[in-house]
């Protein structure tokens, strides 16, 4: 046994014999509402295909599926000095990426700012203004004194925005925490090149992308397996590559059938009419208290944000119904905060390696000042890894579905994420449902599974700036498709 690091301290088994008969039921329910067999997975999963091509055609459906006019994969040959500026929830990113003459390589230097609260409820000039501050403090402190004609920029703008064309988009609506008037309903790129102007910051946008399709692009570059980019954190999302001719709601283009275009899928708002998705009592409870209720459903039920908000109300609900003794007599007040917990606290509950579960106790009575008994314990981590389990079944859905939609039998998809790089067994119990909604044979030792979900390549970085590279090598070839603004890519 040479040259295999430290062990992984063995999974606990976990024993229910101690654990009271009301305890007990609860845990048999709880696994009843939160178990998706593998004939439920498929029938979600042909819904699902059904509703992309929806999503393609002129009527259009619940998931947007936004056409991105980022019509080319790398090729690994891309070369060039290129800007990426990513606005995230919390922090914003800018990279300088130089693609080398290396194939599929490439260098990067970066900068974070921290996105301060107060913008995200502001007005639209100060932020615009901000995001100029920290383009323009990069390029002195990476290029000061220099001489620099217009270096092309990658904007990941990852928020749900209607793109007609790869240098405008529109947004649909804020998320992340983003409430900012003015600039719902309007195109964001003249808002980003006013402030950039104002400040004679030597920059020019080429392409505004989404994280989910610079994902997808990253990862294609450095292994050309790869067809679909995934997103499993606060939020998910996927994108993958469509030929125009499947696209009817780009018919009046006239583009070329065999042109490729990536779609940003924004599929989240999968099933937003209830029709297959097995809703619990809880999941219903998230959705009518949300912001947006009847939207997101799918995101609802499998991302970050929510998945700790879910095993929140569970556990409320338990301690508030008398025939069950959950915390009693104890003050839970800590645990009625909605949104107290995160998917974090789950990762944590499902971590725990001991058998007397002491982890999960100490978290309990730390963060929330509730005291566990032994079976309310085992009733805990059986609820985290329900929730945990449900959501990388559902998740291995939405995979499934482009896969039977583009005739995939074997890919690569790139996933980033929290949940998806973080969260314990998410990647392996998404895989076991691949499989059994695919029915693939059994596995043999260590051999790839036909479709390997795997870790994707920085997408709102180096996928935003080889998104910009490629832009500028199909102008320069004369394909003007979705491009607004040629005089910009001279």
């Known amino acids: 046994m040479v040259g295999l690091g430290p062990r992984k301290p063995p999974s606990r088994k976990g024993s229910m014999a ?18 998706i067999p593998k004939e439920k997975l498929k029938e979600i999963t042909a819904h699902f295909v059904k509703e992309l091509e929806k999503g393609l055609s002129v009527e259009g459906g619940s998931i947007p599926m936004n056409p991105t006019w980022c019509m080319a994969f790398p090729d690994g040959h891309e070369q060039g000095t290129f800007l990426a500026l990513d606005m995230g929830g919390t922090n914003l990113r800018v990279c300088e990426i130089i693609l080398t003459d290396a194939q599929g390589e490439f260098d990067i230097i970066q900068s974070k700012y921290r996105m301060p609260e107060d913008l995200k409820t502001g007005n639209a000039e100060e932020l615009w203004e901000y995001i100029a501050d920290c383009l323009q403090q990069f390029i002195e402190s990476h290029h000061g004194g220099e001489e620099l004609t217009s270096l092309p920029l990658g904007f990941t703008f990852s928020y749900p925005a209607t793109q007609d064309y790869i240098d405008h988009g529109v947004l649909q609506r804020w998320t992340k925490g983003f409430d900012i008037d003015g600039v719902e309903g309007e195109n964001v790129v003249p808002m980003f090149e006013a402030a950039i ?19 997808l692009i990253a990862s294609a570059y450095t292994d050309t397996k790869m067809k679909i980019g995934c997103i499993f954190g606060t939020g998910c999302n996927a ?10 709601k780009l018919a009046h283009m006239n583009l070329p059938p065999d042109t490729p275009m990536a779609i940003n899928c924004e599929w989240g708002a999968f099933d937003n009419e209830h029709k297959v998705l097995p809703l619990t009592p809880y999941d219903i409870i998230i959705d009518k208290e949300s912001p947006r209720p009847g939207q997101q459903a799918f995101e609802k039920m499998i991302a970050g944000l929510y998945l700790g908000e879910l095993f929140r109300l569970v556990l409320v609900d338990l301690h508030e119904n008398k025939e069950v003794h959950m915390f009693e007599g104890q003050n839970i007040d800590k645990l009625r905060k909605a949104y107290t917990l995160d998917s974090s606290f789950l990762s944590l509950v499902e971590e725990d390696p001991f058998e007397n579960l002491s982890e999960t106790g100490d978290l309990f009575q730390n963060k929330l000042g509730i005291t566990t008994t032994r079976p309310e314990l085992e009733l805990i981590r059986r609820l985290a890894e329900l929730i945990g389990t449900r959501a990388a079944r559902l998740s291995a859905c939405g995979v499934a579905a482009i ?3 583009k005739g995939y039998k074997t890919c690569h998809v790139g996933a980033d994420g929290s949940v998806f790089n973080k969260y314990p067994h998410f990647k392996a119990r998404g895989a076991v449902a691949l499989r059994e909604i695919l029915d693939w044979a059994p596995k043999k030792g260590k051999e790839e599974d036909p479709i390997e979900i795997l870790a994707a390549e920085d997408g709102s ?8 590279a490629l832009t500028l090598k199909r102008v320069k070839e004369g394909n003007m498709a979705g491009i607004l603004h040629p005089e910009n890519f001279k």
Do not use: H, W
Not at 18 to 34: A, C, G, M, S, T
Not at 202 to 210: E, H, R, Y
Not at 239 to 248: D, R
């Open 403 to 405: 896969s039977i939609k």
């Open 197 to 215: 102007a104002k400040r004679g910051v030597p920059i020019k946008l080429t392409a505004l992308i989404n994280d989910t399709t610079g994902t």
């Open 239 to 248: 994108a993958y590559m469509e030929n125009c001719g499947s696209i009817p």
């Open 461 to 468: 970085g180096v996928g935003a700036a080889l998104i910009a």
């Open 18 to 35: 101690d654990v009271p008969k009301d305890l007990l039921q609860e845990i048999e329910r709880l696994e009843r509402l939160f178990t």
